[in-house]
């Protein structure tokens, strides 16, 4: 692939006159725009012909790796498989064309599948309702974040202004508390890797607002003080949040709403099987338990018997999470779209299998692997686990290293450096849509790593070498990012 379009901007192909596109006739007579409307300069678009253009595209996308392409093991991304059904529904037109503003007697049909899933979730979750707007994990820990802080001031319990969140947890739930406003208060985890109820009761008082959990937790295990813990929150007047992105391991198995959570959060496009990555796109529903589904943001979809209606919020200087919007319509409709025919494809049935086989496939691959990787916490887990680098520390090679050679054998890398709890943390998901034979490939390549590192750790040191491009400077490229054609050029110029 290393041909001579690898590598160059669309705007380096560029040759003045080249065209790949014609604008059909005008038809509609000459109009002119007012001048403060118009570019002072033709804009600086590259002239390519078509197939350049075609090439040029084509060559790039291919070097993309997605779960299409490999076993993509990304701790706490739960990478499964995205079948392609879901795409199928997700593109029919009768959905794509849709406008947000239609009447409401023409759209019963989107509706349903709004009002469909929402029960679904409720009912996979156990809570009472769900709210489908957030578009992401992190907007539905806000949104969940805002809902609990707009419960306790309806009360007029103005104190409580504290969230505890376990040193344990995903960046984003102490962000998104920040967001919300509300003050960060750290709990430990033991040596066991389960939140400390020893460290969390004198942290107890009638200034916490709640508590965020993942269950299992970013290490892969069961937090088995969960009832313990949630009588003590509720006992000091606070709520339990369930952060639902491991909720994969769970389905069909145990539900947050059982266990004592107040509000939860899912990511649609982690455990219902939408693609992912890079930053989008997503959906993070919402779920509360009873006493809280007056706060569930607007837009809301109902059943009636005339039909599906959309509740709207209410014109009052009242804050309250019922009266704002936090996004502009009902969510990420084409992922809702594809995680509903996820749960249909699979049934009350098969739903239950998710679970116990993305377990098996992680303990599967810890047993295998713990001769040559450091394992700190050597129990069982649910559908991920953490090793704290190669076990054998002389030779000097890191996490950063494994996780670059696994590149050089076709394997995306797993999570690295994350959670904080261990210095060369390598996190790997599997999930339970591998096979035994891609997963037995992947054992047979982390050992032959390990190998290498013993008797060559300078070749483990210096990858990938079959990659596109080699290793990155990852300061230079965040303390100096380039990120666009014109940068580029000014760089040059300037170092020239
Ligand atoms: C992925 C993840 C999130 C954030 O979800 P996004 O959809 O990426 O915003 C939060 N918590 C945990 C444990 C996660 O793995």
Redesign the pocket.
């Known amino acids: 692939m290393n041909n001579k379009l690898y590598g160059n901007l669309i705007f380096e192909l560029s040759h003045s006159g080249r065209r790949a596109y014609s604008l059909p006739e005008n038809q509609f007579g000459h109009h002119t725009l007012p001048d403060f409307c118009k570019r002072e300069k033709d804009a600086e678009l590259p002239e390519c012909d078509e197939m350049t253009v075609v090439r040029h595209y084509t060559n790039h996308s291919e070097n993309n790796f997605g779960v299409d392409n490999g076993f993509y093991p990304l701790g ?2 739960t990478m499964k498989y995205n079948p392609v059904i879901n795409e199928e529904v997700a593109s029919m037109a009768s959905f794509t064309d849709l406008h947000p503003h239609q009447p409401i007697e023409t759209v019963q049909g989107a509706l349903e599948v709004e009002y469909n899933i929402q029960r679904a979730l409720a009912s996979i979750t156990g809570m009472a309702d769900v709210t489908l707007n957030p578009y ?4 539905g ?1 806000l949104t969940g974040l805002m809902l609990i802080a707009s419960y306790h001031q309806q009360r007029g319990d103005k104190k409580r202004t504290k969230v505890i969140v376990p040193d344990s ?2 960046g ?2 102490p962000a998104s508390a920040a967001v919300c406003g509300l003050e960060i208060v750290e709990v430990k985890s033991t040596s066991d890797g389960l939140v400390d109820v020893n460290d969390l009761r004198p942290l107890l008082g009638d200034d916490i607002a709640g508590m965020m959990m ?1 269950n299992p937790n ?1 290490l892969g295990l069961f937090e088995k003080d969960i009832p313990e813990i949630a009588k003590l929150i509720h006992e000091c007047g606070g709520l339990l949040y369930y ?1 639902g ?2 909720l994969n391991p769970l389905l069909g198995a145990a539900r947050p709403g059982d266990m004592g959570f107040d509000v939860i959060h899912l ?1 649609l ?2 455990t219902f099987s939408t693609p ?1 990555g890079g930053g989008g796109p ?1 959906a ?1 529903p919402v779920g509360v338990c009873e006493k809280l589904i007056p706060f569930l943001p607007k837009p809301h979809v109902s059943k009636t018997k005339d039909g599906f209606v959309i509740e709207d919020s209410e014109n009052t200087e009242e804050f309250s999470t019922a009266n704002i919007r936090i996004s502009g319509y009902l969510g990420n409709f084409l992922v809702i779209l594809r995680a509903y025919t996820y749960i249909l494809t699979l049934g009350k049935k098969h739903i239950k299998e998710v679970g116990p086989f993305a377990t098996l496939s992680a303990n599967y691959i810890k047993e295998c692997l713990k001769d040559d990787y450091e394992l700190p916490i050597d129990t069982l887990c649910k559908h991920e686990f953490v090793f704290d680098g190669l076990k054998d520390k002389s030779t000097g090679v890191t996490t950063m290293d494994v996780a670059k050679r696994l590149l050089d054998y076709g394997y995306h890398a797993p999570t690295i450096y994350f959670p904080l709890l261990f210095h060369e943390a390598m996190m790997i998901e599997p999930t339970e849509t591998e096979s035994k034979d891609t997963i037995d490939g992947f054992i047979e390549v982390m050992h032959i790593i390990a190998k290498e590192a013993r008797e060559n750790p300078e070749l483990v040191k210096g990858a990938p070498y079959n990659t596109p491009i080699g290793r990155v400077d990852d300061v230079l490229a965040a303390k100096h990012p380039i990120l666009t054609y014109r940068q580029l050029i000014n760089d040059t110029e300037e170092s020239v």
């Open positions: 706490s991304c992401a994990g992190a907007h820990e947890a995903h984003t739930n993942t970013t952060d992105a491991n990511n496009h982690k992912h997503g993070g």
